[in-house]
T-cell receptor, first 113, second 112 residues
Framework: GQQLNQSPQSMFIQEGEDVSMNCTSSSIFNTWLWYKQDPGEGPVLLIALYKAGELTSNGRLTAQFGITRKDSFLNISASIPSDVGIYFCAGPPNAGNNRKLIWGLGTSLAVNP | NAGVTQTPKFQVLKTGQSMTLQCAQDMNHEYMSWYRQDPGMGLRLIHYSVGAGITDQGEVPNGYNVSRSTTEDFPLRLLSAAPSQTSVYFC???????????FGPGTRLTVL
């Protein structure tokens, strides 16, 4: 079935560093969603992107909808310990009309204080 | 609004036992779904519902049943628990399929 490829799979960084992660697909997407899952909790939506080229920020987080509509990027600036968690990308592919949400496997982020 | 609620938060079962994981949402969402999350596997869709009275299978439906008698509730039943069903289970809801999903806090299930 369709898949979203997230990279990197995991990251271990020092507090204060910037973080970049991305999500790619072989299909065109109309929407890209970025979620964060804190340890022991359910995923929570961080940013939603609806238009190719769109750049949206939420505090220290910035996400971009790739021009090709086959990728998206999430950046975190000046990381802090509470940024620890798993970051997921998701979206409904453009093909077909069932609008099934496809999920990446996640990027696990660890921050060393 | 409580959002999406799930009970229980933790559960231990013996192989062969049955149980129901509860999920409720108070946002009047039409779409509800169940996922399981295992290390390295991401979120895998078990079953979903696009409205009351309508359910369908996801990627990994075997061993699970669902029903949707009301808009608010979407219980997940394990018919005969197996160790392979040890996982964290998340319920989610959205206005419609493909829209932003809101997740519950999860149920951590261990099958011995």
């Amino acid at each position: 079935g369709q898949q979203l490829n997230q990279s990197p799979q995991s990251m271990f960084i020092q507090e204060g560093e910037d973080v970049s992660m991305n999500c790619t697909s072989s299909s065109i997407f109309n929407t890209w969603l970025w979620y964060k899952q804190d340890p022991g909790e359910g995923p929570v939506l961080l940013i939603a992107l609806y238009k190719a080229g769109e750049l949206t920020s939420n505090g220290r987080l910035t996400a971009q909808f790739g021009i090709t509509r086959k990728d998206s990027f999430l950046n975190i600036s000046a990381s802090i310990p509470s940024d620890v968690g798993i970051y997921f990308c998701a979206g409904p592919p453009n093909a077909g009309n069932n609008r099934k949400l496809i999920w990446g496997l996640g990027t696990s982020l660890a921050v060393n204080p | 609004n409580a959002g999406v609620t799930q009970t229980p938060k933790f559960q231990v079962l013996k192989t062969g036992q049955s149980m129901t994981l509860q999920c409720a949402q108070d946002m009047n969402h039409e779409y509800m779904s169940w996922y399981r999350q295992d290390p390295g596997m991401g979120l895998r869709l078990i079953h979903y519902s696009v409205g009351a009275g309508i359910t369908d299978q996801g990627e990994v439906p075997n061993g699970y049943n669902v029903s949707r008698s009301t808009t608010e509730d979407f219980p997940l039943r394990l018919l005969s628990a197996a160790p392979s069903q040890t996982s964290v289970y998340f319920c989610a809801s959205s206005v419609n399929r493909g829209d932003t999903q809101y997740f519950g806090p999860g149920t951590r299930l261990t099958v011995l």
